[in-house]
Protein backbone atom coordinates (compact mmCIF):
# COMPACT_ATOMS: atom_id res chain seq x y z
CA UNK A 1 0.00 0.00 0.00
CA UNK A 2 2.94 2.21 0.80
CA UNK A 3 4.31 1.65 -3.01
CA UNK A 4 0.99 2.32 -4.42
CA UNK A 5 0.65 5.87 -2.22
CA UNK A 6 4.24 6.64 -3.10
CA UNK A 7 3.23 5.73 -7.01
CA UNK A 8 0.00 7.78 -6.34
CA UNK A 9 1.91 10.82 -5.71
CA UNK A 10 4.52 10.83 -8.19
CA UNK A 11 1.77 10.67 -10.56
CA UNK A 12 1.12 14.49 -12.27
CA UNK A 13 -2.37 15.36 -11.33
CA UNK A 14 -4.92 16.32 -14.60
CA UNK A 15 -5.27 20.11 -14.72
CA UNK A 16 -7.38 21.97 -16.79
CA UNK A 17 -6.01 21.86 -20.69
CA UNK A 18 -4.44 24.62 -21.67
CA UNK A 19 -2.28 25.33 -25.55
CA UNK A 20 0.96 24.11 -25.35
CA UNK A 21 3.86 24.50 -27.92
CA UNK A 22 5.52 22.04 -29.62
CA UNK A 23 9.07 22.87 -26.84
CA UNK A 24 6.78 22.03 -23.88
CA UNK A 25 6.72 18.78 -25.01
CA UNK A 26 10.49 18.19 -24.80
CA UNK A 27 12.96 16.99 -21.95
CA UNK A 28 15.63 19.42 -21.34
CA UNK A 29 18.33 17.35 -22.55
CA UNK A 30 16.24 17.46 -26.24
CA UNK A 31 15.42 21.38 -26.07
CA UNK A 32 19.94 21.07 -25.55
CA UNK A 33 20.38 18.84 -29.05
CA UNK A 34 18.57 20.89 -30.78
CA UNK A 35 20.05 24.17 -29.54
CA UNK A 36 23.51 22.14 -30.16
CA UNK A 37 22.14 21.42 -33.72
CA UNK A 38 21.23 24.93 -34.42
CA UNK A 39 24.62 25.97 -33.26
CA UNK A 40 26.51 23.35 -35.29
CA UNK A 41 24.97 23.99 -38.70
CA UNK A 42 23.85 27.72 -38.14
CA UNK A 43 26.15 28.51 -41.25
CA UNK A 44 24.88 26.18 -43.50
CA UNK A 45 21.14 26.76 -42.14
CA UNK A 46 21.47 30.53 -43.66
CA UNK A 47 23.30 29.38 -46.81
CA UNK A 48 20.00 27.19 -47.14
CA UNK A 49 17.26 29.63 -45.90
CA UNK A 50 19.36 32.22 -48.91
CA UNK A 51 18.44 29.55 -51.67
CA UNK A 52 15.30 27.82 -49.89
CA UNK A 53 14.13 26.70 -53.30
CA UNK A 54 17.45 25.16 -54.37
CA UNK A 55 18.77 21.61 -53.70
CA UNK A 56 21.22 21.76 -50.94
CA UNK A 57 24.81 20.67 -51.89
CA UNK A 58 25.07 18.15 -49.40
CA UNK A 59 22.54 15.94 -51.52
CA UNK A 60 24.50 15.96 -54.37
CA UNK A 61 26.95 13.53 -52.35
CA UNK A 62 23.94 11.70 -50.90
CA UNK A 63 22.22 10.50 -54.25
CA UNK A 64 25.32 9.22 -55.83
CA UNK A 65 25.90 7.02 -52.51
CA UNK A 66 22.76 5.79 -52.79
CA UNK A 67 22.94 4.56 -56.84
CA UNK A 68 26.34 2.77 -55.87
CA UNK A 69 24.96 1.09 -52.98
CA UNK A 70 22.01 -0.36 -55.02
CA UNK A 71 24.55 -0.60 -57.69
CA UNK A 72 26.20 -2.63 -55.84
CA UNK A 73 23.94 -4.35 -53.69
CA UNK A 74 21.42 -5.48 -56.81
CA UNK A 75 24.68 -6.72 -58.70
CA UNK A 76 24.76 -9.32 -56.25
CA UNK A 77 21.63 -10.50 -54.64
CA UNK A 78 19.80 -11.49 -57.59
CA UNK A 79 23.61 -13.45 -59.07
CA UNK A 80 23.68 -15.64 -55.46
CA UNK A 81 21.39 -18.33 -56.43
CA UNK A 82 23.42 -19.00 -59.47
CA UNK A 83 26.74 -18.67 -58.10
CA UNK A 84 26.15 -20.51 -55.13
CA UNK A 85 24.93 -23.56 -57.39
CA UNK A 86 27.80 -23.24 -59.86
CA UNK A 87 30.78 -21.66 -58.08
CA UNK A 88 30.35 -23.56 -54.92
CA UNK A 89 28.61 -26.54 -55.77
CA UNK A 90 25.56 -26.12 -54.22
CA UNK A 91 21.74 -27.82 -54.76
CA UNK A 92 19.23 -25.67 -55.59
CA UNK A 93 17.75 -26.06 -52.56
CA UNK A 94 20.33 -25.30 -50.19
CA UNK A 95 20.95 -22.33 -52.44
CA UNK A 96 17.88 -21.06 -52.38
CA UNK A 97 18.17 -21.32 -48.55
CA UNK A 98 21.21 -19.44 -48.34
CA UNK A 99 20.39 -16.56 -50.80
CA UNK A 100 17.11 -15.91 -48.63
CA UNK A 101 19.42 -15.97 -45.70
CA UNK A 102 21.35 -13.22 -47.25
CA UNK A 103 18.62 -11.26 -47.79
CA UNK A 104 16.45 -11.87 -44.28
CA UNK A 105 20.35 -10.52 -42.52
CA UNK A 106 20.42 -7.32 -45.21
CA UNK A 107 16.70 -6.44 -43.35
CA UNK A 108 17.95 -7.61 -39.96
CA UNK A 109 20.78 -5.64 -39.38
CA UNK A 110 19.13 -2.16 -40.24
CA UNK A 111 17.88 -2.93 -36.37
CA UNK A 112 21.56 -2.48 -35.66
CA UNK A 113 22.08 0.25 -37.52
CA UNK A 114 19.10 2.56 -36.50
CA UNK A 115 20.11 2.50 -32.70
CA UNK A 116 23.35 2.88 -33.08
CA UNK A 117 22.73 6.25 -35.25
CA UNK A 118 19.84 7.21 -32.95
CA UNK A 119 21.66 6.64 -29.96
CA UNK A 120 24.87 7.27 -29.91
CA UNK A 121 27.29 7.79 -33.45
CA UNK A 122 25.01 9.44 -35.44
CA UNK A 123 24.11 9.13 -39.01
CA UNK A 124 27.69 10.64 -40.48
CA UNK A 125 29.20 8.09 -38.70
CA UNK A 126 27.14 5.26 -39.04
CA UNK A 127 27.24 5.32 -42.69
CA UNK A 128 30.75 5.99 -43.06
CA UNK A 129 31.50 2.95 -39.86
CA UNK A 130 29.08 0.48 -41.95
CA UNK A 131 29.78 1.39 -45.40
CA UNK A 132 34.05 0.16 -44.34
CA UNK A 133 31.96 -3.19 -43.35
CA UNK A 134 29.91 -3.60 -46.87
CA UNK A 135 33.36 -2.79 -48.74
CA UNK A 136 35.35 -4.92 -47.27
CA UNK A 137 32.40 -7.85 -47.47
CA UNK A 138 32.35 -6.84 -51.55
CA UNK A 139 36.31 -7.45 -52.03
CA UNK A 140 36.06 -10.82 -50.19
CA UNK A 141 32.87 -12.18 -52.19
CA UNK A 142 35.14 -11.07 -55.16
CA UNK A 143 38.05 -13.11 -54.24
CA UNK A 144 36.33 -16.00 -53.03
CA UNK A 145 34.65 -16.47 -56.45
CA UNK A 146 37.64 -16.87 -58.22
CA UNK A 147 37.05 -20.59 -59.01
CA UNK A 148 38.82 -23.36 -56.88
CA UNK A 149 40.85 -20.35 -54.70
CA UNK A 150 39.05 -21.28 -51.07
CA UNK A 151 38.42 -25.13 -52.35
CA UNK A 152 37.22 -27.07 -55.16
CA UNK A 153 34.22 -27.07 -56.69
CA UNK A 154 31.27 -29.07 -54.77
CA UNK A 155 33.67 -28.92 -51.83
CA UNK A 156 33.49 -25.26 -50.44
CA UNK A 157 33.04 -25.18 -46.83
CA UNK A 158 29.20 -23.47 -46.14
CA UNK A 159 30.88 -21.14 -44.10
CA UNK A 160 33.58 -19.92 -46.59
CA UNK A 161 31.03 -19.19 -49.06
CA UNK A 162 28.67 -17.47 -46.59
CA UNK A 163 31.20 -15.81 -44.64
CA UNK A 164 31.44 -12.66 -46.79
CA UNK A 165 27.79 -12.54 -47.54
CA UNK A 166 27.46 -11.40 -43.86
CA UNK A 167 29.84 -9.15 -43.63
CA UNK A 168 28.34 -7.75 -46.68
CA UNK A 169 24.23 -7.86 -44.85
CA UNK A 170 25.54 -6.52 -41.73
CA UNK A 171 26.80 -3.14 -44.13
CA UNK A 172 24.15 -2.68 -46.30
CA UNK A 173 21.80 -3.19 -43.52
CA UNK A 174 23.91 -0.89 -40.80
CA UNK A 175 23.68 2.04 -43.47
CA UNK A 176 19.91 0.88 -44.61
CA UNK A 177 18.20 3.32 -42.46
CA UNK A 178 20.62 5.89 -42.44
CA UNK A 179 20.88 7.31 -46.03
CA UNK A 180 17.55 8.31 -46.59
CA UNK A 181 16.60 9.91 -43.31
CA UNK A 182 20.31 11.76 -43.37
CA UNK A 183 18.91 13.36 -46.81
CA UNK A 184 15.78 14.72 -45.16
CA UNK A 185 18.13 16.35 -42.25
CA UNK A 186 19.77 18.54 -44.99
CA UNK A 187 16.38 20.36 -45.25
CA UNK A 188 14.70 22.86 -43.20
CA UNK A 189 11.07 23.10 -41.98
CA UNK A 190 10.66 25.65 -44.58
CA UNK A 191 11.69 23.03 -47.56
CA UNK A 192 9.34 20.99 -47.13
CA UNK A 193 8.61 20.91 -50.82
CA UNK A 194 11.99 20.52 -51.76
CA UNK A 195 12.88 17.49 -49.25
CA UNK A 196 9.31 15.71 -51.46
CA UNK A 197 11.49 16.09 -54.37
CA UNK A 198 14.57 14.85 -52.99
CA UNK A 199 12.74 11.76 -51.49
CA UNK A 200 11.31 11.23 -55.26
CA UNK A 201 14.96 11.44 -56.83
CA UNK A 202 16.05 9.31 -53.79
CA UNK A 203 13.74 6.69 -55.34
CA UNK A 204 14.63 6.81 -58.75
CA UNK A 205 18.36 6.91 -58.12
CA UNK A 206 17.71 3.29 -56.28
CA UNK A 207 15.61 2.04 -59.18
CA UNK A 208 17.90 3.06 -61.57
CA UNK A 209 21.54 1.61 -59.86
CA UNK A 210 18.87 -1.74 -59.59
CA UNK A 211 18.19 -1.66 -63.18
CA UNK A 212 21.29 -0.84 -64.52
CA UNK A 213 23.83 -3.71 -62.37
CA UNK A 214 20.83 -5.99 -63.79
CA UNK A 215 21.63 -5.49 -66.83
CA UNK A 216 25.24 -5.22 -66.88
CA UNK A 217 26.49 -7.87 -64.30
CA UNK A 218 24.56 -10.87 -65.40
CA UNK A 219 26.36 -10.38 -68.67
CA UNK A 220 29.63 -10.33 -67.28
CA UNK A 221 29.23 -13.74 -65.73
CA UNK A 222 28.91 -15.40 -69.02
CA UNK A 223 32.34 -14.10 -69.85
CA UNK A 224 35.41 -16.49 -69.49
CA UNK A 225 38.13 -16.46 -66.93
CA UNK A 226 40.37 -18.52 -64.82
CA UNK A 227 39.89 -21.58 -67.27
CA UNK A 228 36.32 -21.59 -66.71
CA UNK A 229 33.17 -20.84 -68.41
CA UNK A 230 31.51 -18.21 -66.00
CA UNK A 231 33.24 -15.10 -64.46
CA UNK A 232 31.76 -14.41 -61.63
CA UNK A 233 34.99 -12.78 -59.57
CA UNK A 234 35.28 -10.16 -62.75
CA UNK A 235 31.32 -9.59 -62.53
CA UNK A 236 31.36 -8.72 -58.37
CA UNK A 237 34.59 -6.45 -59.18
CA UNK A 238 32.62 -3.72 -61.12
CA UNK A 239 29.67 -3.30 -58.09
CA UNK A 240 32.94 -3.34 -55.64
CA UNK A 241 34.38 -0.58 -57.83
CA UNK A 242 31.36 1.19 -58.20
CA UNK A 243 30.73 1.30 -54.91
CA UNK A 244 34.02 2.31 -53.63
CA UNK A 245 33.17 5.50 -55.31
CA UNK A 246 30.38 6.08 -54.38
CA UNK A 247 31.61 5.45 -50.52
CA UNK A 248 34.35 8.58 -51.34
CA UNK A 249 32.19 10.76 -53.22
CA UNK A 250 29.75 10.70 -49.65
CA UNK A 251 32.86 11.19 -47.94
CA UNK A 252 33.91 13.82 -49.78
CA UNK A 253 30.90 16.01 -49.16
CA UNK A 254 31.29 15.76 -45.63
CA UNK A 255 31.99 20.10 -44.67
CA UNK A 256 28.18 20.22 -46.93
CA UNK A 257 26.37 18.07 -44.49
CA UNK A 258 23.78 19.13 -41.53
CA UNK A 259 24.86 17.15 -38.56
CA UNK A 260 22.37 15.67 -36.33
CA UNK A 261 23.10 15.13 -33.29
CA UNK A 262 22.36 11.37 -31.29
CA UNK A 263 20.28 11.95 -28.33
CA UNK A 264 23.76 9.87 -26.36
CA UNK A 265 21.22 7.12 -24.74
CA UNK A 266 19.74 3.60 -26.58
CA UNK A 267 16.34 4.27 -27.83
CA UNK A 268 15.04 0.78 -27.69
CA UNK A 269 16.07 0.72 -23.88
CA UNK A 270 14.75 4.16 -23.28
CA UNK A 271 11.19 2.84 -24.63
CA UNK A 272 11.05 0.01 -22.70
CA UNK A 273 11.63 1.55 -19.46
CA UNK A 274 9.18 4.73 -20.12
CA UNK A 275 6.67 1.76 -20.60
CA UNK A 276 7.45 0.13 -17.36
CA UNK A 277 6.76 3.54 -15.39
CA UNK A 278 3.73 4.24 -17.55
CA UNK A 279 2.57 0.99 -16.53
CA UNK A 280 3.43 1.19 -13.20
CA UNK A 281 1.83 4.35 -12.64
CA UNK A 282 -1.61 3.78 -15.00
CA UNK A 283 -2.16 0.64 -12.84
CA UNK A 284 -1.49 2.60 -9.56
CA UNK A 285 -3.94 5.47 -10.78
CA UNK A 286 -7.56 6.37 -9.72
CA UNK A 287 -10.02 5.94 -12.63
CA UNK A 288 -10.14 9.90 -12.77
CA UNK A 289 -6.65 10.23 -13.11
CA UNK A 290 -6.59 7.31 -15.45
CA UNK A 291 -9.41 9.35 -17.59
CA UNK A 292 -7.44 12.93 -17.66
CA UNK A 293 -4.49 11.44 -19.13
CA UNK A 294 -6.19 9.28 -21.66
CA UNK A 295 -3.43 6.59 -23.04
CA UNK A 296 -1.58 4.65 -20.48
CA UNK A 297 2.10 5.60 -21.84
CA UNK A 298 1.36 9.30 -21.31
CA UNK A 299 1.71 9.02 -17.14
CA UNK A 300 5.44 8.61 -18.24
CA UNK A 301 5.26 12.22 -20.01
CA UNK A 302 6.95 14.04 -17.11
CA UNK A 303 10.24 12.13 -17.22
CA UNK A 304 10.30 11.27 -20.84
CA UNK A 305 8.29 14.30 -22.57
CA UNK A 306 5.25 14.37 -25.23
CA UNK A 307 6.99 13.88 -28.27
CA UNK A 308 8.94 10.99 -27.52
CA UNK A 309 5.85 9.27 -25.83
CA UNK A 310 3.97 10.23 -28.58
CA UNK A 311 6.58 8.18 -30.85
CA UNK A 312 6.65 4.92 -28.89
CA UNK A 313 2.51 5.15 -28.90
CA UNK A 314 2.53 5.32 -32.60
CA UNK A 315 5.01 2.78 -32.91
CA UNK A 316 2.85 0.41 -31.18
CA UNK A 317 -0.89 1.24 -31.53
CA UNK A 318 -0.34 2.48 -35.38
CA UNK A 319 2.38 1.11 -37.04
CA UNK A 320 2.53 -2.42 -35.87
CA UNK A 321 -0.23 -3.88 -37.31
CA UNK A 322 1.20 -3.26 -40.74
CA UNK A 323 3.85 -5.09 -39.98
CA UNK A 324 1.83 -8.66 -40.01
CA UNK A 325 0.56 -8.43 -43.71
CA UNK A 326 3.69 -7.16 -44.84
CA UNK A 327 5.92 -9.57 -43.67
CA UNK A 328 3.65 -12.08 -45.04
CA UNK A 329 3.34 -10.20 -48.38
CA UNK A 330 7.58 -9.74 -48.46
CA UNK A 331 7.76 -13.73 -47.76
CA UNK A 332 5.99 -14.56 -50.93
CA UNK A 333 7.43 -11.78 -53.12
CA UNK A 334 11.12 -12.49 -51.93
CA UNK A 335 10.80 -15.93 -53.31
CA UNK A 336 10.31 -14.34 -57.26
CA UNK A 337 14.48 -13.97 -57.54
CA UNK A 338 14.87 -18.28 -56.75
CA UNK A 339 11.39 -19.26 -57.50
CA UNK A 340 11.18 -17.71 -60.87
CA UNK A 341 14.37 -17.70 -61.58
CA UNK A 342 14.24 -21.67 -61.27
CA UNK A 343 11.33 -22.04 -63.15
CA UNK A 344 13.21 -19.85 -66.02
CA UNK A 345 16.41 -21.72 -65.73
CA UNK A 346 13.52 -24.29 -67.73
CA UNK A 347 12.14 -22.17 -70.23
CA UNK A 348 13.28 -20.61 -73.23
CA UNK A 349 15.07 -17.39 -73.05
CA UNK A 350 15.44 -16.98 -76.67
CA UNK A 351 13.88 -13.32 -76.90
CA UNK A 352 14.77 -13.19 -80.36
CA UNK A 353 15.95 -14.63 -83.82
CA UNK A 354 14.55 -16.78 -86.59
CA UNK A 355 15.62 -17.94 -89.55
CA UNK A 356 18.83 -16.47 -91.12
CA UNK A 357 19.16 -14.03 -87.69
CA UNK A 358 21.11 -14.73 -84.70
CA UNK A 359 19.16 -16.10 -81.67
CA UNK A 360 19.26 -13.44 -78.68
CA UNK A 361 19.19 -15.26 -75.46
CA UNK A 362 18.51 -13.35 -71.95
CA UNK A 363 19.64 -14.76 -68.76
CA UNK A 364 16.99 -14.81 -66.06
CA UNK A 365 18.45 -12.15 -63.80
CA UNK A 366 18.31 -9.95 -66.78
CA UNK A 367 14.74 -11.07 -67.50
CA UNK A 368 13.36 -10.01 -63.95
CA UNK A 369 14.77 -6.23 -64.75
CA UNK A 370 11.50 -5.89 -66.48
CA UNK A 371 10.08 -5.53 -62.20
CA UNK A 372 12.40 -3.03 -62.04
CA UNK A 373 11.51 -1.12 -65.17
CA UNK A 374 7.44 -1.74 -64.68
CA UNK A 375 7.99 0.03 -61.18
CA UNK A 376 9.66 3.30 -62.72
CA UNK A 377 6.85 3.31 -64.83
CA UNK A 378 3.64 2.11 -62.34
CA UNK A 379 5.15 4.45 -59.15
CA UNK A 380 4.74 7.64 -60.30
CA UNK A 381 1.73 6.49 -62.78
CA UNK A 382 -0.54 5.53 -59.95
CA UNK A 383 0.88 8.67 -58.04
CA UNK A 384 0.23 11.19 -60.73
CA UNK A 385 -2.94 9.42 -62.68
CA UNK A 386 -4.83 6.80 -60.82
CA UNK A 387 -4.97 8.12 -57.16
CA UNK A 388 -5.84 11.83 -57.82
CA UNK A 389 -8.54 10.15 -60.35
CA UNK A 390 -10.12 8.42 -57.52
CA UNK A 391 -9.63 11.35 -55.49
CA UNK A 392 -11.24 13.42 -57.49
CA UNK A 393 -14.35 10.54 -57.90
CA UNK A 394 -14.96 10.41 -54.10
CA UNK A 395 -13.52 7.07 -54.19
CA UNK A 396 -12.01 6.35 -50.81
CA UNK A 397 -8.77 4.60 -51.80
CA UNK A 398 -7.32 4.55 -48.75
CA UNK A 399 -3.43 3.53 -47.91
CA UNK A 400 -4.86 0.79 -46.40
CA UNK A 401 -6.56 -0.44 -49.48
CA UNK A 402 -3.79 0.28 -51.51
CA UNK A 403 -1.68 -2.22 -49.64
CA UNK A 404 -4.63 -4.69 -49.47
CA UNK A 405 -5.29 -4.54 -52.94
CA UNK A 406 -1.61 -4.61 -53.86
CA UNK A 407 -1.07 -8.24 -51.16
CA UNK A 408 -4.08 -9.43 -53.11
CA UNK A 409 -2.61 -8.65 -56.71
CA UNK A 410 0.81 -10.23 -55.64
CA UNK A 411 -0.48 -13.19 -54.57
CA UNK A 412 -2.16 -13.80 -57.65
CA UNK A 413 0.99 -13.28 -59.18
CA UNK A 414 2.38 -16.72 -57.65
CA UNK A 415 -1.09 -17.88 -58.64
CA UNK A 416 -0.44 -17.67 -62.21
CA UNK A 417 3.43 -18.94 -61.48
CA UNK A 418 2.27 -21.74 -60.25
CA UNK A 419 -0.73 -22.67 -62.89
CA UNK A 420 2.29 -22.46 -65.21
CA UNK A 421 4.75 -24.62 -63.49
CA UNK A 422 3.28 -27.93 -64.64
CA UNK A 423 3.48 -27.19 -68.31
CA UNK A 424 6.99 -25.54 -68.03
CA UNK A 425 8.55 -28.90 -66.68
CA UNK A 426 6.80 -31.35 -68.79
CA UNK A 427 8.15 -29.58 -71.61
CA UNK A 428 11.82 -28.85 -70.52
CA UNK A 429 12.07 -32.83 -69.68
CA UNK A 430 10.90 -33.50 -73.06
CA UNK A 431 13.60 -32.24 -74.58
CA UNK A 432 15.97 -34.48 -72.92
CA UNK A 433 17.12 -32.41 -70.38
CA UNK A 434 18.30 -33.47 -66.45
CA UNK A 435 16.32 -30.76 -63.79
CA UNK A 436 20.37 -30.75 -62.38
CA UNK A 437 21.27 -28.91 -65.42
CA UNK A 438 18.84 -26.30 -65.40
CA UNK A 439 20.70 -23.40 -63.76
CA UNK A 440 23.64 -24.04 -65.77
CA UNK A 441 21.92 -23.92 -69.58
CA UNK A 442 19.85 -20.72 -68.02
CA UNK A 443 17.21 -20.63 -70.38
CA UNK A 444 19.47 -20.96 -73.58
CA UNK A 445 19.17 -23.85 -76.57
CA UNK A 446 16.12 -25.37 -75.66
CA UNK A 447 13.35 -25.07 -78.61
CA UNK A 448 11.26 -27.99 -77.04
CA UNK A 449 10.80 -25.46 -73.57
CA UNK A 450 8.45 -22.93 -72.77
CA UNK A 451 9.56 -19.50 -74.23
CA UNK A 452 10.21 -17.15 -71.41
CA UNK A 453 7.92 -15.00 -72.39
CA UNK A 454 5.11 -16.63 -70.81
CA UNK A 455 6.17 -15.07 -67.47
CA UNK A 456 5.66 -11.91 -69.07
CA UNK A 457 1.90 -11.65 -66.97
CA UNK A 458 3.08 -12.97 -63.75
CA UNK A 459 5.81 -10.22 -63.51
CA UNK A 460 3.10 -7.29 -64.64
CA UNK A 461 1.26 -9.14 -61.62
CA UNK A 462 3.93 -8.52 -59.17
CA UNK A 463 5.19 -5.04 -60.22
CA UNK A 464 1.53 -3.75 -60.16
CA UNK A 465 1.20 -5.49 -56.72
CA UNK A 466 4.76 -3.74 -55.58
CA UNK A 467 3.75 -0.25 -56.95
CA UNK A 468 -0.15 -0.39 -54.77
CA UNK A 469 1.64 -1.53 -51.33
CA UNK A 470 5.37 -0.73 -50.93
CA UNK A 471 5.33 2.86 -51.71
CA UNK A 472 2.50 3.70 -49.68
CA UNK A 473 4.19 1.72 -46.94
CA UNK A 474 7.41 3.41 -47.17
CA UNK A 475 5.37 6.36 -46.57
CA UNK A 476 4.47 5.45 -43.20
CA UNK A 477 8.26 6.67 -42.44
CA UNK A 478 8.32 10.14 -43.61
CA UNK A 479 4.49 11.43 -42.56
CA UNK A 480 4.20 12.90 -40.15
CA UNK A 481 8.54 13.03 -39.87
CA UNK A 482 8.15 12.24 -35.89
CA UNK A 483 7.51 8.92 -37.46
CA UNK A 484 10.35 8.43 -39.76
CA UNK A 485 12.48 5.91 -37.47
CA UNK A 486 9.61 3.60 -36.05
CA UNK A 487 7.92 3.19 -39.50
CA UNK A 488 11.17 2.80 -41.54
CA UNK A 489 12.58 -0.15 -38.72
CA UNK A 490 9.02 -2.40 -38.87
CA UNK A 491 8.88 -2.58 -42.71
CA UNK A 492 12.35 -3.40 -42.37
CA UNK A 493 11.16 -5.95 -39.63
CA UNK A 494 8.29 -7.20 -41.83
CA UNK A 495 11.39 -8.09 -44.49
CA UNK A 496 13.69 -9.43 -42.21
CA UNK A 497 10.59 -12.08 -40.95
CA UNK A 498 9.49 -12.88 -44.02
CA UNK A 499 12.65 -13.59 -45.56
CA UNK A 500 13.46 -16.10 -42.72
CA UNK A 501 10.23 -18.10 -42.59
CA UNK A 502 10.95 -19.28 -45.81
CA UNK A 503 13.82 -21.45 -45.38
CA UNK A 504 12.66 -22.28 -41.61
CA UNK A 505 10.30 -23.96 -43.22
CA UNK A 506 12.42 -26.05 -46.06
CA UNK A 507 15.09 -26.69 -43.72
CA UNK A 508 12.37 -28.20 -41.41
CA UNK A 509 10.74 -30.19 -44.23
CA UNK A 510 14.67 -31.09 -44.96
CA UNK A 511 15.62 -32.44 -41.50
CA UNK A 512 12.97 -34.82 -41.50
CA UNK A 513 15.32 -36.63 -44.31
CA UNK A 514 12.59 -35.47 -47.27
CA UNK A 515 13.57 -34.51 -51.01
CA UNK A 516 12.42 -31.29 -52.11
CA UNK A 517 11.31 -33.41 -55.32
CA UNK A 518 9.14 -35.89 -53.25
CA UNK A 519 7.04 -32.84 -51.47
CA UNK A 520 4.13 -32.59 -53.76
CA UNK A 521 3.99 -36.44 -53.36
CA UNK A 522 3.64 -36.32 -49.72
CA UNK A 523 1.38 -33.06 -49.79
CA UNK A 524 1.94 -32.30 -45.90
CA UNK A 525 1.39 -35.98 -44.48
CA UNK A 526 3.44 -37.23 -41.89
CA UNK A 527 5.86 -34.82 -40.81
CA UNK A 528 5.93 -33.94 -37.46
CA UNK A 529 8.97 -31.91 -36.92
CA UNK A 530 7.85 -29.73 -40.14
CA UNK A 531 6.36 -26.40 -39.58
CA UNK A 532 2.88 -26.30 -39.13
CA UNK A 533 0.66 -25.31 -42.52
CA UNK A 534 -1.23 -22.88 -39.87
CA UNK A 535 1.54 -20.41 -40.70
CA UNK A 536 0.13 -20.51 -44.26
CA UNK A 537 -3.08 -19.12 -42.69
CA UNK A 538 -2.39 -15.12 -42.47
Known amino acids: MAEKRDLQESIPMAEDKVEV ?7 DHEKELLELEARLNAELDAKLMANPNKMPKACYFILPNEFGERFCYYGVQPNLNKYFQLITGMNPTNAKVYSTAFTMLAYFFPLIGAALSDSFLGKWWTIIGFSTVYLIGMIMVTVFAIPNLIGPIGQVSNFLTFLPMLIIAIGTGGIKPCVSSHGGDQYLPAQEAGKDFF ?3 FY ?5 GALLTQFIVPKLTELKCYGQ ?5 GAFLLPTIVFALAFIIFAAGHKFYRIVPPLGEFLPLKAVKASILAARRHRAATPAERAAKGHWLNFAEAEYGGVFIEEVRDFGLVLVPVVIPFAFCWMLYNQNSNEWSNQYYLMSGAIFGGKNVE ?15 LIIILVPFLATFVYPFCTKRGWNFSPQR ?4 GFLVVVISFAVSAALAPSVEKAYLSSGRLMKDAAKYDGRYCEKCFSAWWQLPQWILLSLGEALFSPTGRGWNFSPQRRMAAGFLLIVISFAVSAALAPMIENAYLSKGRLMDDAAKNDG ?5 CYS ?3 QFP
Open 402 to 405: RMGL
Open 204 to 208: VSINV
Open 229 to 233: DTCYA
Open 533 to 535: AWL
Open 359 to 373: TIYVQSTSFGNINTI
Open 21 to 27: SPMDLLT
Open 525 to 529: KYCEE
Open 199 to 201: FNI
